[in-house]
T-cell receptor
Framework: TQLLEQSPQFLSIQEGENLTVYCNSS?????LQWYRQEPGEGPVLLVT?????EVKKLKRLTFQFGDARKDSSLHITAAQPGDTGLYLC??????????FGQGTTLQVKP | DAGVIQSPRHEVTEMGQEVTLRCKPI?????LFWYRQTMMRGLELLIY????????DSGMPEDRFSAKMPNASFSTLKIQPSEPRDSAVYFC??????????????FGPGTRLLVL
C-alpha cells in the first residue's frame, strides 16, 4: 500500500518566519501535488511536480520533488496570516487514484 | 463557471435515518470523485466515476453507502441507515482526468454531516 506521510502535523509560527513542510513515502510516485485547504472549504491545488529534482516557485512558496520521486517539500518564506490552512500532499497510486497525506495544519499569527 | 456545487452544506440527522448528499460537477469534466474527510483518517477516496460510470468503489466503507451518477451533471451519495461514525465532511470533486493523468481535481465546499 502506498502511503504519504506528512510532517509536522501542526505548525504555529509568527508572521514573517520561514517554514518547511515535508511529504515522504517509501514508494515512488509519478507525480505529487500540493493542496491548501482553508477552514470550511475544499482543498485547492497549488502545484503539481512531475520530474525528480524539480523545483517550482509560486510567489513565496517553493516546492521541491525529491530526486528519487519518493518525497517532496514545501517551503514558505516570510509567512503571512493568509497562509494559514491545511496543506495536503497527494499522489496517484498504482491504479491512478489520488491518495492524500494526513496534512499539516499551519497557523500564522500576526 | 460556478465550480463544483454540493448540497446541503450542513446536515444533522439521527442514527438510522437516510442521508442523501448531492453534487453538481464542473461542466465538461468527465471524472467525478467522492471523498470523506475526518480528523482520524484524513481525506479518503470513496468512489469515482468516469463518464457517469462507477470505476472504483473500493473505498466505500460498507453496503450502507451507495453512489449514483444518472447524468453528467449530477451525482448522489446515499447513506442508509446512517450511523454516528459516518459523521465527517464529504467532498465531491471533478476533473478532466484521473490522478494518474495529473489533471487538477476541483473540490466542492463539502457537506458537513453529523449523525446523532
Amino acid at each position: 500500500t502506498q502511503l504519504l506521510e506528512q510532517s509536522p502535523q501542526f505548525l504555529s509560527i509568527q508572521e514573517g518566519e520561514n517554514l518547511t513542510v515535508y511529504c515522504n513515502s517509501s514508494s515512488v510516485f509519478s507525480s505529487l501535488q500540493w493542496y491548501r485547504q482553508e477552514p470550511g472549504e475544499g482543498p485547492v491545488l497549488l502545484v503539481t511536480v512531475v520530474t525528480g529534482g524539480e523545483v517550482k516557485k509560486l510567489k513565496r512558496l517553493t516546492f521541491q520533488f525529491g530526486d528519487a520521486r519518493k518525497d517532496s517539500s514545501l517551503h514558505i518564506t516570510a509567512a503571512q496570516p493568509g497562509d494559514t490552512g491545511l496543506y495536503l500532499c497527494a499522489g496517484p497510486d498504482l491504479t491512478g487514484k489520488l491518495i492524500f497525506g494526513q496534512g499539516t495544519t499551519l497557523q500564522v499569527k500576526p | 463557471d460556478a465550480g463544483v456545487i454540493q448540497s446541503p452544506r450542513h446536515e444533522v440527522t439521527e442514527m438510522g435515518q437516510e442521508v442523501t448528499l448531492r453534487c453538481k460537477p464542473i461542466s465538461g469534466h468527465d471524472y467525478l470523485f467522492w471523498y470523506r474527510q475526518t480528523m482520524m483518517r484524513g481525506l479518503e477516496l470513496l468512489i469515482y466515476f468516469n463518464n457517469n460510470v462507477p470505476i472504483d468503489d473500493s473505498g466505500m466503507p460498507e453496503d450502507r453507502f451507495s453512489a449514483k451518477m444518472p447524468n453528467a451533471s449530477f451525482s448522489t451519495l446515499k447513506i442508509q441507515p446512517s450511523e454516528p461514525r459516518d459523521s465527517a465532511v464529504y467532498f465531491c470533486a471533478s476533473s478532466l482526468g484521473s490522478g494518474q493523468s495529473r489533471e487538477t481535481q476541483y473540490f466542492g465546499p463539502g457537506t458537513r454531516l453529523l449523525v446523532l
